[in-house]
């Protein structure tokens, strides 16, 4: 069963790996997953939920690695060049919906905000 939990997990351990600080170093070289806000985590948590339900009505998502969904949910919401459309786990006719419903979602990026904490905008 997907565990929106670890959901989420995937989802804000790749905005730290996909994401840079000012001078260009990916954040996961200074931060982890307790550096994002209170609301940075709420906002992670509401997205995939409503990701997660909407992706429901494509099939069955209780055979997906939850961390592994919310990672490629990160990956093609944000046009990363990989995500649910390249990924041999998701079913092929499944692929392209999913993708699309990502993108729909519009893209989160992951910044510094302050006192060490990261946000999401």
Known sequence: MLDIDEMVTGHLKCALWTE???EDIPLDT???LTSFSMDAMA???MDC???AVAAGGYFDLSTLDSD???HNFWLNRNGHGSGFWDRDEIPEEFREPLSKLAH???ERHALEACEGEIDLY
């Open 30 to 32: 200074n931060y982890s």
């Open 68 to 70: 592994n969904f919310g």
């Open 49 to 51: 939920l409503k990701f």
């Open 104 to 106: 729909s979602f519009g």
């Open 43 to 45: 906002k992670a948590k």
């Open 20 to 22: 840079t600080d000012e």
